[in-house]
């Protein structure tokens, strides 16, 4: 039976990720080489050793999905499974920049010679090795140097490998990175990404292989099976809390906050990513403190830690799908069956993208056209042309950003003239930028690609004619809407979705419909005593990220006029 010994003594040794590995079928000579290579290298390398190829080779794989470095193997040249050659002609595929070397008796120094080609050898080393100070660590030590001068960065963080024109690739990494997880991307097509697909036995066609920083591969992860694995809350600690928060955009954020800062059990619940869309925006220029902008994902990644400071739970990729009153509980019900209750609750969804439809474009959304932004694709757009649809300020923004990578950018929009629907600052800006261009009174009516959007069919409404162009790129920023077809004959709402709170409930000063109390409903509260809204979410809101904010941290004050009154 083959063994591994991992022998990691001092604290140092623990924290170095970096290992040298031998392997030699035979024990006694196997721990004496582990020893040896221990009184000199153990304080700054982890040394392992492994009493078979196949025993080695599985270490290789563990430490490579890991993320582990190995600088040095040595492998013995007569083993049974395999020789040290042939081991490590396949320790290469997995760590091609480790180096290498050969321990042989002196009977096989030919073979030794001609493995100096075959594997690319570094070194042979003769057995025994006695003194070592003299045979052994000079030449680990040249081995050492070669490999440090060498490219040699840890990847300790999770890894995705996938295809850049995989919808679900791009999904994932999007969704990681604005759950802020650090993560590599790596090409199914590039080397490397191969050498990780073949060390988690998923060379299959399915992509993307996540692989989190304990080296387990998860091909095709769910978001739900994401987020647990890269250590994303999913599951509530408590059955029952003084505050549910459903959405973790600005206005979510907001009430986290502010709840869990004035001492009230909080949990707030978000089906993907906190952030909601200002985790979408490249810069945002308005809000009050940042005098020089700050992305979407800096600001909503601070707010998160903030509320999180705070003691407040924060739970992703969990959807509400159901709110009920249950006496003076208010439960909020999740799509598996399961749910909390709390005595209050605020609704931030916030608003999402309305679907487009044209031909071609469904079967393309995710390579090549995407809703909203996907700014982890920015550099892939380098010297192409970018189309954007929509004529508000986040579109604006996008076009700003991308411009920076992109060939050409083309903003499309229906209307006469940007006026309307833009900041002043943002249309000056891209009057300003030579590689923008707007097209007015355009929509689109087709888009075709094989793997990836390669062009679009746009109509110009004024004169009813209509043109193909090449286009890789589409990124679409229209119709916003709320989704809140879960609260329906719970929380009333306005004709086109958005929730009701407040004066706008008893317009002419009466108590609305069912209303249960004798006051009238509080500024935020909707049509249920206890339940707030709060964001983009609320109907006539502002759609600012200031004012979400602000309606976060307002509905705060509000449940707790509500609370001493319970
Ligand atoms: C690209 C872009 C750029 C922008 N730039 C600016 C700017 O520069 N300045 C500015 O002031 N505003 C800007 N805005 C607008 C601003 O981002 C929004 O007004 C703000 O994000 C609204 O916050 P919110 O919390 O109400 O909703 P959202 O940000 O929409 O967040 C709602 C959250 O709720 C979650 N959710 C929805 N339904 C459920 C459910 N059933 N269960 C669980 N979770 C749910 C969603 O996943 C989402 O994360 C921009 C918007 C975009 C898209």
Known sequence: MSTLTDQATTARVTESRTAILTVDDDPAVSRAVARDLRRRYGERYRIVRAESPSAGLDALRQMKLRGDLVAVIMADYRM??????????????IYPGARRALLTAYADTGAAIDAINVV????????????????????????????????????????VI?????????????????????????????????????????????????????????VEPTDAELAARVGLATTP???????????????????????????????????????????????????????????GAQLT??????????????????????????????????????????????????????????????ELTGRGVYYGSALTEASACAGQDVYIVGGANSAGQAALYLSRHAKSVTLLIRGPALE?????YLITRIADTPNISVRTCTEIIGASGQDHLESLTLRDTAHGTAETVP???LYLFIGAEPLTDWLDGVVARDARGFVVAGPDLSPGGERPRGWPLDRLP????????????????????????ASAVGEGAMAVMLVHRYLEKL
């Open 420 to 424: 309307k629907s833009m900041s002043y």
């Open 80 to 93: 049974p499974e395999l020789n040290g050659i042939e081991f490590l002609e396949q320790a290469m595929d």
């Open 301 to 362: 990644s601070r707010a998160r830690r903030q509320a999180a400071k705070f003691g407040a739970e924060v739970l992703t990729t969990r959807e509400v799908t159901g709110l009920q009153v249950r006496g003076s509980a208010r439960r909020v019900k999740f799509a598996d069956g399961s749910f909390i209750d709390a005595h209050t609750v605020i609704l931030a969804t916030g608003v999402s993208y309305r679907k487009v439809h044209a031909p071609g474009l469904d």
């Open 120 to 159: 690319d050898l570094d070194h042979y080393l003769l057995k025994p090795w006695d003194p070592p100070e003299e045979k052994l660590y000079p030449v680990v030590d040249a081995l050492l140097d070669a490999w440090l001068e060498s490219d040699h960065r840890p990847v300790p963080e999770t890894k």
């Open 162 to 218: 996938g295809h850049r024109w995989s919808a679900r690739s791009s999904e994932v990494r999007e969704f990681l990175a604005r759950n802020q997880v650090p993560y590599r991307w790596y090409s199914s097509e590039d080397a490397e990404g191969q050498r990780l697909l073949a060390a988690a036995g998923a060379d299959g066609p399915s992509l993307p292989v996540v692989i989190t920083p304990d080296g387990d591969p998860l």
């Open 522 to 545: 509080y500024h935020l509260e909707t049509s249920v005593p206890g339940v707030f809204v709060a964001g983009d979410a609320r109907a006539e809101s502002a759609k600012r990220v």
């Open 471 to 473: 286009a890789q790129w």
């Open 237 to 295: 600690s408590k059955d029952f809390y003084d505050l549910i928060v459903v959405g973790g955009g600005p206005a979510g954020l907001g009430a986290a906050v502010y709840g869990a800062s004035e001492g009230l059990r909080t949990v707030l619940v978000e089906q993907l990513a906190t952030g909601g869309q200002a985790g979408q925006s490249s810069r945002i220029e308005n809000y009050l403190g940042f005098p020089d902008g700050v992305s």
